[in-house]
């Protein structure tokens, strides 16, 4: 009788229990894409990865790194659609963060903040295929430089079984403060981004 009491407790309990742990995040890995808003000369995008791991059903720890093709002002990459010579400003960074997330269903609404480093490579086009280009650009990577970045944002990620997708918007920071502010005009390194994502939990 006793026993016959255990096994039913037991049973019970991972009734109760197996269907919660089946929604909750977990860990997953994703790529994702993102694009620019607000910029209308050019099209800018971004590109990276996320890993995430959760500390408790709605919290969870995250870990990203990318590319964001432009991080140019929009109203100063404008202006210089008008110059026979192209500036570009592009950023690799990496950064990790808390994302907290609402919901126990297979659509998770969240909200999400990150700090890290991002390193920014000055390119410059138009100048033809040559040797001007290539020793140009070459000499621009000694005046790359690394900053700290800070991002904000919020999405909703789905998900069903070990897929999930996400849908989301990043506001991103980067702070600078030598030679790219004159060539931003002294305009903040801002980028808002809304990107699409997707990924597999484990």
Do not use: H, K
């Not at 269907?19 to 997953?28: I, K, L, M, V, Y």
């Not at 959760?54 to 590319?67: F, H, S, Y």
């Not at 990459?77 to 907290?100: C, E, N």
């Amino acid at each position: 009788m006793r026993r016959t009491a255990v096994v039913a407790f037991v049973l019970t309990g991972l009734c109760v229990v197996s269907p919660a742990s089946a929604q909750e995040p977990g860990r997953f890995v994703q790529g994702f894409g993102g694009l620019r808003l607000g910029s209308v000369a050019s099209t800018d995008t971004a590109v990276g990865g996320i890993v995430a791991g959760a500390l408790t059903p709605n919290i969870q720890v995250v870990g990203e790194a990318g590319r964001i093709s432009n991080v140019l002002p929009s109203t100063v990459d404008t202006l210089l659609t008008f110059s026979p010579i192209g500036v570009g400003l592009s950023s690799w960074y990496g950064q990790g963060g808390v994302r907290f997330t609402i919901a126990t269903s297979g659509i998770r609404p969240y909200a999400e903040t990150s700090a890290g480093f991002a390193r920014l490579q000055t390119e410059v086009t138009g100048l033809g295929t040559g040797n001007l280009s290539v020793l140009t650009n070459a000499a621009l990577r000694f005046l790359d430089r690394t900053y700290p970045i800070a991002t904000v944002g919020g999405g909703a990620t789905f998900q069903t079984g070990r897929f999930v997708a996400d849908l989301g918007y990043r506001y991103r920071r980067i702070f600078s403060n030598d030679w790219t502010t004159l060539l931003s005009l002294s305009r903040p390194l801002n980028v808002n981004e809304v990107r699409v994502g997707v990924g597999v939990r484990f």
